[in-house]
């Protein structure tokens, strides 16, 4: 039987053979140009993550900017500090991060980057302003003036040249000359933080409390997110004796930065000054628990302890900021576990001097025969009287313990010989008045 095929071709078509094999060249070379680029890392494989784009550093300098509005001046910094890594030849990111350094207590590190900027520019006045502002807050008044100077000489216009040159010149007590250049600055610039922040200077450091306080807040207004800013405010609030105030300024800052332990140090301060000495002690604690090794904060508790009667616990602070101590020493009850740290003892100098010689007094007062602290306190006596020869109130404090001494080298004495003899009285010597000058916080 035929079957119909109607009309399809059942016949296989031969293709073109050259055009196929053209096809697969193309591909080969393809495949092994699409390895290399692999290769190399050009391309990545399906699936990879795309990698993150590099921020720019101007993206790190409004980050920086952001965090010293916010008060976050740590984290300014180290934005800072990035977008000069990425660009190191932009000079406005040194000189920003410069006077940003200074506000958060990086003044050694400021001059360095001013200094940096200078190099960038010589010409610059602001350069040499913030130089002169870094320079300033390091002690340097003399440099620090004739940087200020230099900027004004570069462009006569600069407020900020003009209100660090006013703070230099506060510094060197040179007031008239102070005030005219602070007035000048925010004469130049209405809106400027730092112009307001030397004018209140200025004016606490002139004993001009109330108007002070007036500038500071002006400050404020501008930049409401800056803890320096709130501590001048409650310093100059004690001063006045608005003390509760005081602490509200106090408390604000440390709402800012919680880690900050200034704030700390200045509500205790507030307490001491109005004899609320448990309050007082409270908040050195919680300083502590914050810098467990700073023997300066130690020596403020021993203080407070001494002037609460509390002997017992006054020697062991008093011993660790003159001795030196180790955490597990101290009074502070750790958490368990917490590392056992050495708390390295303070130099003698003009901070330290009321510890010093009240450490003499409390080792004096609680010299027994079978504690002989006096052998103590005597090298303390001589390495104080070196140290503040020409101070009547010092050495009368001194002259009071040795003679404290002298009874419980007689009760010693007795003792061996088989009397009696009472334990020593503890040494009543007034502390020395704190210097004139700005308030401390």
């Known amino acids: 039987m035929y079957l119909n095929r109607g009309n399809f071709n059942l016949r296989r078509t031969r293709r073109n053979s050259m055009a196929r094999i053209a096809v697969y060249i193309i591909l080969i070379f393809a495949g092994l140009y699409l390895l290399?680029?692999?290769?190399?890392?050009?391309?990545?494989p399906i699936g990879m993550p795309t990698a993150t784009a590099t921020r720019s550093p101007a993206s790190f300098a409004e980050e920086a900017e952001k965090q010293f509005s916010a008060g976050r001046l740590e984290q300014a910094v180290l934005a800072y500090e990035k977008a000069i890594e990425l660009d190191p030849t932009r000079i406005e990111y040194h000189i920003r991060l410069a006077r940003i350094q200074v506000y958060a207590d990086q003044a050694e590190e400021a001059v360095k980057t001013a200094g940096d900027a200078i190099l960038i520019d010589p010409n610059n006045s602001a350069a040499h302003a913030v130089h002169a502002l870094a320079l300033d807050w390091t002690g340097d008044y003399a440099n620090a003036g004739d940087a200020a100077v230099r900027a004004i000489q570069l462009d006569p216009n600069n407020a900020l040249a003009h209100a660090y040159y006013a703070e230099v010149l506060v510094d060197q007590q040179r007031w008239a000359q102070a005030r005219d250049e602070a007035k000048q600055a925010l004469m130049l610039d209405p809106n400027s933080m730092d112009a307001y922040r030397v004018y209140g200077y200025y004016l606490e450091s002139t004993s001009n409390y109330e108007e002070a306080i007036q500038a500071y807040q002006s400050a404020l207004k501008i930049n409401p997110n800056l803890a320096f800013l709130y501590m001048?405010?409650?310093?100059?609030?004690?001063?006045?004796?608005?003390?509760?105030?005081?602490?509200?300024?106090?408390?604000?800052a440390n709402a800012i930065n919680p880690q900050d332990i200034d704030p700390y140090l200045s509500i205790s301060r507030t307490y001491f000054q109005i004899g609320e000495y448990g309050a007082s002690a409270q908040y050195l604690e919680e300083a502590i628990t914050i810098d467990p090794t700073n023997a300066r904060i130690h020596g403020r508790l021993g203080l407070v302890y001494f002037k609460a009667l509390n002997y017992e616990s006054a020697i062991i602070e008093l011993g660790c900021a003159v001795d030196g101590c180790t955490t597990l020493t101290d009074t502070i009850d750790d958490e368990d576990g917490a590392p056992d740290l050495p708390i390295p003892p303070l130099a003698l100098d003009k901070d330290s001097l009321e510890a010093f010689y009240t450490y003499s007094s409390v080792l004096a007062a609680l010299s027994t025969p079978s504690n002989p602290h006096c052998q103590r306190a005597r090298p303390l006596f001589q390495q104080i009287r070196a140290f503040a020869t020409d101070?009547?109130?010092v050495n009368a404090i001194l002259d009071e313990n040795e003679a404290v001494c002298q009874?419980?080298?007689?009760?010693?004495?007795?003792?061996?010989?088989?009397?009696?003899?009472?334990?020593p009285t503890a040494a009543t010597g007034t502390p020395a008045p704190?210097?004139?000058g700005t308030p401390t916080p």
């Open 36 to 44: 290399n680029l692999r290769e190399r890392g050009d391309i990545q």
């Open 434 to 436: 704190t210097p004139a």
């Open 407 to 423: 009874i419980a080298d007689a009760n010693a004495t007795q003792a061996v010989l088989g009397g009696g003899g009472g334990l």
């Open 232 to 252: 001048q405010i409650g310093v100059n609030f004690r001063q006045l004796q608005q003390y509760d105030t005081a602490i509200q300024y106090f408390q604000r």
């Open 391 to 393: 101070d009547a109130i």
